[in-house]
């Protein structure tokens, strides 16, 4: 999913569930977040709906910036 935010950004739900099947979008991207250590921006974005006589408010989700790679531990393994 990172990668498909780092090349579309401000991707709303529906596109991301659209473009990767992750199961909940909403859990992984929490995940991603909270959890991962990736850096997410949420937005706004109006999109039409009702064959375009109307508008609505749609969240829009843009990666800004990917965990550090984990430093490995020096570990002792001769003694």
């Not at 401000?10 to 929490?30: H, I, N, P, R």
């Not at 991603?32 to 039409?48: F, I, N, S």
């Amino acid at each position: 999913m990172a990668d498909h935010l780092e090349q579309h950004p401000a991707a709303t739900g529906a596109e991301l569930a659209a473009a990767c099947d992750v199961g909940c979008v909403s859990k992984v991207l929490s995940a991603m977040a909270r959890e991962l250590g990736y850096g997410l921006q949420r937005g706004w974005r109006w999109v039409p709906c009702a064959r375009g006589t109307k508008r609505r408010h749609v969240r829009t989700y843009t990666l800004t910036h990917r965990p550090a790679p984990a430093r490995q531990l020096a570990l002792p393994l001769e003694q």
